[in-house]
């Protein structure tokens, strides 16, 4: 059975059978674990913007920034049931499992994305409002009904929908955009790839059952092996440019050149691994790697903006 007929399948069922969803399938449906990385990312660009946030402000800026990231998971997974019922990674997702309806996680996606934005911009402002929406629209339309399924460059692209969040909670303090916060965008955009291609190479059967043109089934294991390195050393260089611009300082610069090290040599223990291993043991534990990098990275510059600015305060009153 393919992919289109699982589609056309699931689209049929959703006149005959009542909805079996609860509370736990719609989260489900927001994708919780990718919402984490994206409140995380969007809460480091509001701590580390200038300026100071009503917190009662912040959190609603947040939570904005978690409904339409949710909102984007739910459209995404509307538009990809029918690959995701073949797929066994995602086979037993809330739509192709049938405990929710297509005509339900749409109508789901587009009501959260439409309050999201508009809370947002009434809120706090319409210039992080309109980078949500970009957002979401990029994740929905850009990625998942274009990109995904027509190139092998297609998480390289739409790697921009993640690497927004940081931007926008920047936003929220300032109102615009400034050189640390496009820095905070590069250092996910150009870890998105490495991260991800790292995934691509353990699933690649699950890719190719379903022809989404992931780079190793396009471009084969040695090329994307190469293109991990070279992704890698970009994401462990742009680590350290927080310290150069001034946002943080030197000891957030020596951690995050460390941390780059090990993500580097993560990527050569990839890069030597044979072709057409099934085990793919270096890919696996560089994938899990990866997300404990971004997270250990917008830690490190969270620590160090608020210990600058507490020995400053300290110093004051001294």
Known sequence: MTAIDNHAMLGADEHIRPSEANARDFFELLKPRVMSLVVFTAFAGLLL?????????????????????????????????DIDAVMTRTARRPIPSGRIQPNEALAFGLTLSTFSVAILGLAINWFAAGLLAFTIFFYA????????????????????????????????VTGGVSLDSVILFLIIFLWTPAHFWALALFKMRDYGSVGIPMMPNVAGERSTKHQIVAYAVATAVVGVAPTMTGLVGWAYGIFAALLGAIFVLCSISVWRMADGDEKMVPAKRMFAYSVFYLFAIFSGLIASHYGAVFSAFAGALS
């Open 141 to 172: 339309v850009v990625y998942t009904m274009w990109l995904k399924r027509s190139t092998p460059q297609n998480i390289v692209i739409g790697g921009a929908s993640g690497a927004f969040p940081p931007m926008i909670g920047w936003a929220c």
């Open 49 to 81: 913007a200038p300026g100071t946030i009503n917190p009662v402000l912040g959190f609603i800026a947040i939570l904005c920034v978690a409904v339409g990231a949710g909102a984007s998971g739910a459209l995404n997974m509307w538009y990809d049931a």
